[in-house]
């Protein structure tokens, strides 16, 4: 830069104080710019860059962490909870670990999964479950919490997506819209600083039912003109606290955190155990963390790196909701006869349930190991141009192992044999997208041009399997025999197979083939060590892929008028030929009207937002249903521990005609603040109309296909009004 003789540099960037450096003569300066905490609570990270909170023009919210919900933060979700308007945050149980309902106004669809899109350090997450469930048929696990593997500690802000016009730029997966997170990074101190972190926390059964105790169970026997003394088994038993427990859970965590001018970095190791309150439920889960940014060139080239490993363990109790009539660990406890002794060796006879007998012969463990790595290089050619790559892989390897001891009473086919299934589930998405962006400053406007490409590969694959008639009635042995058992027909089977199977009505191994040409009931002569009297194992392997192009205009006049104008055109391998592409366009106008002469100086912040857009959606169809195919039906082991020969059966009919689910939203919004933002808030009407809805249905008759999917004439509807408003009762440095 040529410069005069008293000139002043001026260095900005969102989030950081402005400096004013005099040159005198100097050809090299060097800055390291100052984190503005209050600048800092207006930035909002929007898909593929940042803007502030004035001058978004779609409905967008950003949480930092210093407005973060406190106390015992078990997920990442739970930071957010409450605290914008329009998203509803639920668990699915209390277990720990469980799975999550996030809905961003309204459900969309009526197939596909309505949780948003999750996008961590700039790597879109798959959305589908990251561990199998385990399913003997006495208390199958649920689905777990997809963000499990992220450290809640570890998050700098959450940025919520609401509207057409801020989720757009993500096409066919923003159609629930879309939360943002960034985690930590390396800000604190030029030397380095150390923080370490621990919680404890306590949990209780927050409420109870009142069941009978031993006298009123037996006066109600009697007058209801029953024999009490047939059914008094001498004991006075709580079942409920019998089953139940006060929790005692822990969270720990340490940082290592450093800016050295031209770069910073974070470190972080974290470790929480969470107890639930029912017997044989917790999560255990480890973490690590680096996030590294590294600028080279005089500042032009930006190397970022963000790297996480995380490692869950899970055990969950008996309880399901599909158990069948004896019910499940806590239906037993509610039923259990209050006279029964508080014994896991009592036996009531007939279908009864002693609830101590099922935790102390029933294990659920599942143990996850999650990758997430994220690597971008941007380049600086002018002050007007640059251009990024970014590369991400996010791997997760999860096995359930779920076993029924031989020892546990009135299950009829496990009682005295056993039971158990071994579930694998391995996910890999790989994501690279490379964007081009041009800023352009003029006398009384501002332009941006964002243009970018985007590919992603999913892969899922795994197996499901489960063995009967155990030789053990220890669960750690019956896990371990199993495991030993599927590994050994994976070896021993070679070539392409769907499935292979033993069973006390089969003579040596048995194998179904898709590949290279179908086999059905294939006999080898090979014999392996049996340590179950039958088992099977279940494979499937299947990859779904995402094209994208995509880009995005921002156009400012006088910082009153701001225009944003989006387009992404998205390109999958769940649709045949004729629809594989998707279009999905938005618009939005700000008015920024605190910037006029005609508005008082007590309104701080003015704006009003109008907006609309197309989103799609293609979740709900799933892998290769456009196309006809067919697999060999599921296995199962009777209670005599024989397996039935199967067959080919339909998984998807023929539909080329398939095409994406799209959802149209229009919003209006007003945003405003009053003294400073002392009071401020936002209100929004909104409406979302989803067509052209993926569903699965029967075919007309008398069609043989047992199902097929289409895209339904009808529509879903969502439409209201938010408002959220906020005071800030104490503004000061000296308050926290």
Same mark, same amino acid.
């Given at each position: *830069?040529?410069?005069?003789?008293?000139?002043?540099?001026?260095?900005?960037?969102?989030?950081?104080?402005?400096?004013?450096?005099?040159?005198? %003569?100097?050809?090299?300066?060097?800055?390291?710019?100052?984190?503005?905490?209050?600048?800092?609570?207006?930035?909002?990270?929007?898909?593929?860059?940042?803007?502030?909170?004035?001058?978004?023009?779609? &409905?967008?919210?950003?949480?930092?962490?210093?407005?973060?919900?406190?106390?015992?933060?078990?997920?990442?979700?739970?930071?957010?909870?409450?605290?914008?308007?329009?998203?509803?945050?639920?668990?699915?149980?209390?277990?720990? #670990?469980?799975?999550?309902?996030?809905?961003?106004?309204?459900?969309?669809?009526?197939?596909?999964?309505?949780?948003?899109?999750?996008?961590?350090?700039?790597?879109?997450?798959?959305?589908?479950?990251?561990?199998?469930?385990?399913?003997?048929?006495?208390?199958?696990?649920?689905?777990?919490?997809?963000?499990?593997?992220?450290?809640?500690?570890?998050?700098?802000?959450?940025?919520? *997506?609401?509207?057409?016009?801020?989720?757009?730029?993500?096409?066919?997966?923003?159609?629930?819209?879309?939360?943002?997170?960034?985690?930590?990074?390396?800000?604190?101190?030029?030397?380095?600083?150390?923080?370490?972190?621990?919680?404890?926390?306590?949990? !209780?059964?927050?409420?109870?039912?009142?069941?009978?105790?031993?006298?009123?169970?037996?006066?109600?026997?009697?007058?209801?003109?029953?024999?009490?003394?047939?059914?008094?088994?001498?004991?006075?038993?709580?079942?409920?606290?019998?089953?139940?427990?006060?929790?005692?859970?822990?969270?720990?965590?340490?940082?290592?955190?450093?800016? $050295?001018? &031209?770069?910073?970095?974070?470190?972080?190791?974290? $470790?929480?155990?969470?107890?639930?309150?029912?017997?044989?439920?917790?999560?255990?889960?480890?973490?690590?963390?680096?996030?590294?940014?590294?600028?080279?060139?005089?500042?032009?080239?930006?190397?970022?790196?963000?790297?996480?490993?995380?490692?869950?363990?899970?055990?969950?109790?008996?309880?399901?909701?599909?158990?069948?009539?004896?019910?499940?660990?806590?239906?037993?406890?509610?039923?259990?006869?209050?006279?029964?002794?508080?014994?896991?060796?009592?036996?009531?006879?007939?279908?009864?349930?002693?609830?101590?007998?099922?935790?102390?012969?029933?294990?659920?463990? !599942?143990? /996850?190991?999650?990758?997430?790595?994220?690597?971008?290089?941007?380049?600086?050619?002018?002050?007007?141009?640059?251009?990024?790559?970014?590369? #991400?892989?996010?791997?997760?390897?999860?096995?359930?192992?779920?076993?029924?001891?031989?020892?546990?009473?009135?299950?009829?086919?496990?009682?005295?044999?056993?039971?158990?299934?071994?579930?694998?589930?391995?996910?890999?998405?790989? !994501?690279?997208?490379?964007?081009?962006?041009?800023?352009?400053?003029?006398?009384?406007?501002?332009?941006?041009?964002?243009?970018?490409?985007?590919?992603?590969?999913?892969?899922?694959?795994?197996?499901?399997?489960?063995?009967?008639?155990?030789?053990? %009635? #220890?669960?750690?042995?019956? %896990?371990?025999?199993?495991?030993?058992?599927?590994?050994? *027909?994976?070896?021993? +089977?070679?070539?392409?197979?769907?499935?292979?199977?033993?069973?006390?009505?089969?003579? %040596? *191994?048995?194998?179904?083939?898709?590949?290279?040409?179908?086999?059905?009931?294939?006999?080898?002569?090979?014999?392996?060590?049996?340590?179950?009297?039958?088992?099977?194992?279940?494979?499937?392997?299947?990859?779904?892929?995402?094209?994208?192009?995509?880009?995005?205009?921002?156009?400012?006049?006088?910082?009153?008028?701001?225009?944003?104008?989006?387009?992404?055109?998205?390109?999958?391998?769940?649709?045949?030929?004729?629809?594989?592409?998707?279009?999905?366009?938005?618009?939005?106008?700000?008015?920024?009207?605190?910037?006029?002469?005609?508005?008082?100086?007590?309104?701080?912040?003015?704006?009003?937002?109008?907006?609309?857009?197309?989103?799609?959606?293609?979740?709900?169809?799933?892998?290769?249903?456009?196309?006809?195919?067919?697999?060999?039906?599921?296995?199962?082991?009777?209670?005599?521990?024989?397996?039935?020969?199967?067959?080919?059966?339909?998984?998807?009919?023929?539909?080329?005609?398939?095409?994406?689910?799209?959802?149209?939203?229009?919003?209006?919004?007003?945003?405003?603040?009053?003294?400073?933002?002392?009071?401020?808030?936002?209100?929004?009407?909104?409406?979302?109309?989803?067509?052209? +809805?993926?569903?699965?249905?029967?075919?007309?008759?008398?069609?043989?296909?047992?199902?097929?999917?289409?895209?339904?004439?009808?529509?879903?509807?969502?439409?209201?009004?938010?408002?959220?408003?906020?005071?800030?009762?104490?503004? /000061?440095?000296?308050?926290?």
């Amino acid at each position: *830069l040529a410069a005069e003789d008293g000139a002043v540099l001026i260095v900005s960037y969102i989030g950081y104080k402005t400096q004013e450096v005099a040159i005198n %003569g100097r050809s090299s300066i060097n800055f390291t710019l100052e984190e503005d905490a209050e600048a800092l609570e207006e930035v909002v990270i929007i898909g593929y860059g940042t803007t502030t909170v004035k001058d978004a023009t779609g &409905s967008v919210t950003a949480v930092t962490a210093e407005d973060f919900n406190g106390g015992n933060i078990a997920s990442p979700e739970q930071l957010i909870q409450g605290k914008t308007a329009g998203v509803n945050i639920q668990q699915t149980s209390g277990e720990p #670990g469980a799975g999550i309902q996030i809905n961003i106004r309204g459900s969309n669809s009526v197939r596909a999964n309505n949780n948003p899109l999750f996008v961590v350090d700039g790597v879109p997450l798959s959305g589908g479950d990251a561990s199998p469930s385990g399913d003997t048929g006495f208390g199958a696990s649920a689905v777990k919490n997809p963000l499990n593997f992220i450290n809640p500690n570890d998050i700098e802000s959450m940025s919520i *997506l609401k509207d057409a016009s801020a989720t757009a730029i993500y096409g066919s997966r923003g159609a629930n819209g879309v939360v943002i997170i960034t985690t930590k990074s390396g800000k604190s101190g030029s030397k380095g600083v150390f923080d370490l972190s621990s919680s404890l926390s306590i949990a !209780t059964a927050a409420n109870t039912f009142d069941l009978l105790d031993r006298d009123q169970f037996l006066s109600g026997i009697a007058q209801n003109g029953g024999n009490a003394s047939a059914v008094d088994f001498g004991g006075n038993t709580d079942w409920q606290q019998a089953v139940l427990r006060t929790s005692v859970s822990q969270n720990q965590n340490l940082s290592y955190s450093q800016n $050295y001018g &031209s770069g910073n970095v974070r470190a972080t190791f974290g $470790y929480g155990k969470q107890f639930g309150i029912v017997e044989n439920s917790d999560l255990e889960r480890i973490t690590g963390r680096i996030n590294w940014s590294q600028r080279f060139l005089d500042d032009k080239l930006i190397l970022g790196v963000q790297a996480s490993i995380a490692r869950l363990n899970d055990q969950a109790p008996p309880i399901s909701g599909s158990v069948g009539a004896s019910g499940d660990v806590l239906g037993g406890a509610y039923a259990a006869n209050p006279t029964w002794p508080t014994s896991a060796n009592f036996n009531a006879g007939g279908l009864n349930v002693n609830p101590l007998n099922v935790l102390a012969n029933t294990q659920n463990l !599942t143990f /996850t190991n999650r990758y997430l790595l994220n690597g971008s290089l941007e380049y600086k050619f002018t002050s007007e141009i640059s251009a990024k790559l970014n590369a #991400g892989w996010d791997t997760s390897n999860a096995e359930n192992t779920s076993v029924i001891s031989r020892e546990v009473f009135n299950l009829n086919g496990i009682t005295d044999n056993g039971f158990g299934v071994f579930n694998s589930l391995d996910r890999d998405n790989k !994501t690279f997208e490379a964007t081009v962006n041009y800023s352009k400053e003029f006398e009384n406007s501002n332009l941006d041009v964002l243009v970018g490409y985007g590919f992603q590969d999913f892969q899922t694959s795994g197996f499901g399997s489960a063995g009967r008639g155990f030789s053990t %009635g #220890g669960l750690n042995a019956m %896990g371990e025999d199993l495991r030993g058992v599927v590994g050994a *027909l994976q070896n021993t +089977v070679t070539g392409s197979y769907q499935q292979a199977y033993y069973a006390a009505n089969t003579t %040596g *191994l048995v194998v179904n083939r898709l590949f290279p040409n179908v086999v059905a009931g294939e006999n080898l002569a090979e014999g392996i060590n049996q340590t179950t009297t039958s088992a099977f194992i279940n494979l499937f392997d299947n990859t779904d892929e995402l094209q994208s192009f995509f880009t995005r205009i921002n156009y400012s006049i006088n910082n009153k008028y701001l225009f944003t104008g989006t387009m992404r055109a998205d390109g999958s391998s769940r649709f045949g030929p004729e629809n594989q592409y998707g279009y999905f366009p938005s618009g939005a106008f700000a008015w920024k009207m605190s910037e006029e002469d005609f508005v008082g100086e007590k309104v701080s912040t003015l704006k009003l937002r109008l907006s609309t857009g197309i989103t799609g959606n293609q979740d709900g169809l799933g892998y290769g249903n456009f196309v006809a195919r067919q697999r060999f039906a599921g296995l199962s082991i009777q209670q005599n521990n024989e397996i039935t020969p199967n067959g080919l059966t339909i998984v998807a009919t023929d539909r080329p005609d398939l095409k994406w689910e799209s959802s149209f939203n229009i919003n209006a919004g007003l945003d405003f603040g009053f003294n400073n933002d002392r009071f401020s808030g936002s209100l929004d009407v909104y409406r979302t109309k989803t067509t052209d +809805v993926l569903l699965r249905t029967p075919p007309a008759f008398p069609a043989v296909d047992p199902f097929q999917f289409g895209n339904v004439d009808a529509s879903i509807i969502n439409q209201g009004i938010e408002l959220g408003l906020a005071y800030d009762f104490v503004q /000061t440095d000296d308050a926290t």
